[in-house]
């Protein structure tokens, strides 16, 4: 059954540094991998979405690449800013039109 | 705009009662959703359906309920054998089929008990 990781639980960083989330799986066979972000008692929001068949995706400032060989994917945002501050989850789907399965998610603050 | 639309958005829930919990979206998605979030858990799967009258048992189907009627709506009920239904409750579309795009979610219901 597949399991999926994002370490750390939590991350503090001053504005404007760059930063990388980490997140693993343990099966291979992923059909894609969804990078989301939520606030506070909200609802999730996509960022970004890899392929299987993909090595990475950009939007804007986020960056997410995905090793499928090492279960790896990362979530890269540059340039950090407050505003950035919010829980990210990463989820992998493992067939077509299947539900996701979900990391625990790192929660990210970022200071002025 | 599209989107799928959750309600109510706080929920109260006596000893012994059911409830239902909203979902509809407006994408025209074949596929929906109903995932879990409790603290430091994670989402959880409930119940999904990737078609009309057609649904299967997520991970943590016991003590809910779904009906797929109708296209647009996925409602969610919580009986009363859902000992511990306190939790951020969070409705979820897709495409479906082959379809390689992202879920879409709504803002979510967080129930609590009395």
């Known amino acids: 059954k597949q399991e999926v990781t994002q370490i750390p639980a939590a991350l503090s960083v001053p504005e404007g540094e760059n930063l990388v989330l980490n997140c693993s799986f343990t099966?291979?066979?992923?059909?894609?991998l969804q990078w989301f972000r939520q606030d506070p008692g909200k609802g999730l929001t996509s960022l970004l979405l890899?392929?299987?068949?993909?090595r990475e995706q950009t939007s804007g400032r986020l960056n997410a690449s995905l090793d499928k060989s090492s279960g790896r994917s990362t979530l890269y945002i540059a340039a950090s800013q407050p505003g950035d501050s919010a829980t990210y989850l990463c989820?992998?789907?493992?067939?077509?039109?299947?539900?996701?399965?979900f990391g625990k998610g790192t929660t990210l603050s970022v200071s002025s | 705009d599209g989107g799928i639309t959750q309600s109510p958005k706080y929920l109260f829930r006596k000893e012994g009662q059911n409830v239902t919990l909203s979902c509809e979206q407006n994408?025209?998605?074949?596929?929906m959703y109903w995932y879990r979030q409790d603290p430091g858990q994670g989402l959880r799967l409930i119940y999904y359906?990737?078609?009309?009258?057609?649904?299967q048992k997520g991970d943590i189907a016991e003590g809910y309920s779904v009906s797929r009627e109708k296209k647009e709506s996925f409602p969610l009920t919580v009986t009363s054998a859902q000992k511990n239904p306190t939790a951020f409750y969070l409705c979820?579309?897709?495409?479906?089929?082959?379809?390689?795009?992202?879920?879409?979610f709504g803002d979510g219901t967080r129930l609590s008990i009395l």
């Open positions: 099966d291979s066979a992923i059909y894609n």
């Open positions: 890899i392929q299987s068949s993909q």
């Open positions: 359906s990737q078609i009309v009258n057609d649904f």
């Open positions: 989820a992998s789907a493992n067939q077509a039109g299947t539900a996701l399965i």
């Open positions: 994408l025209n998605h074949d596929a």
């Open positions: 979820a579309s897709a495409g479906g089929g082959y379809s390689n795009q992202p879920q879409h």
